[in-house]
C-alpha cells in the first residue's frame, strides 16, 4: 500500500498535513487533512486528478500511472480564479522584490523547520502506524497464499475478513524467510491490523504468528530435522524441537530448520548458529533430562 505525506503552510501560518494511502491490489484511495479524511474513491488503477479546499485554498491530489508503479504529487492551484488567488497575486507583484532578496535565507529556514517538525512528529511512526494503533482500529488473522516464487523473493497476497467482508492485499516478501527467521508457505496465519471504518487500510503483521501457526512452525522444524537426521527417532526430533523453542523461541526453531544451510547464503540462521544451539549447556541439559 502507497503511504506518501506532505505539510503545508498556508498564507496566515497554518500548519496542515496532507496525506493519501492508495492499496496497491484494489486501488482503493483516501485522503486526509490533519487526521480528517477529505476524499475517498475506489479502483483508482489509473492516472486521477482530485480537487478539495484547505480553507479558502483550492488544492489537488495529482496521482499519474506509471508502467511499474504510481506517482503522487500535492499542489495549491494558484490558476485558477478565486478570491483567495486574486489576493495572493496582488500580495505577491507588492513583494517581489523582498522575495527575491529574502528567498535563499526563507529556504534555507523553512527545510531546516520542515525536516524538524516532520522528524518530531513522524519518527519513528507514521501516519499508517498512528491509523493502525489506535481506538478504531481492529485485528483479526490473515491468511497468506504465496503466488510466485523467485530466487531473491515471493509474491504473495493475503486475505482476512473484517466487517463481513473479504480483502485481500498483495506483496512481496524475501524468498529465504521471514524476520522471524522462518520461511513463508501458502496457508500461513498472522495478524492483521486495519482501520474499522476502511479496511482496505491494513497491514500484516509477521512477527505476530498465530498459535496455531506457531504450531506448524514447530512440526516443520521437526520433520525438517528427522530428514536431515534419519538416524533418530520422530519422538526424538520433536523433543528436540520444543526444547530450543522453550529456549529461543522461534529463532531456536529456525536454527534447527537452517542447519545445513551455509552461513554466508543465511547469515542468521545456519549451520554454524544450529551448533552454538545444540552445544549449549542449557540445551544439552534440556536434552539429557527430556528427551530419552
Known sequence: MANFNWVYHNDAGSRYVVGVFHGDNTGHLMVYC?????LIDFNVLQSANYSFFIEDELCEMVITRKPDRFEYDFRVNRDVDTPQNREWRARARSNKIKAWLLVGSFVTVLVLVVG???Y???HPKDKLDELLSGPHAGETVARVFVEARRPDSLTIRYAFV???MVFEEKGRQPALALGNGLPLESGDEFAVRYAASQPFVNRIYFDKPTIAQVQRYR?????????LNPDITESRARCLVEIAFDLKGLSGLADIYFQDVDPQKNPMHNE???KRLVRDEPFRQAVEGRCL
Open 34 to 38: 490533519n487526521m480528517r479524511i477529505v
Open 120 to 122: 518530531r512528529q513522524y
Open 116 to 118: 524538524w517538525l516532520l
Open 162 to 164: 473484517a466487517n463481513s
Open 219 to 227: 512440526d516443520r522444524a521437526a520433520a525438517r530435522h528427522l530428514s
Open 272 to 274: 554454524q548458529t544450529y
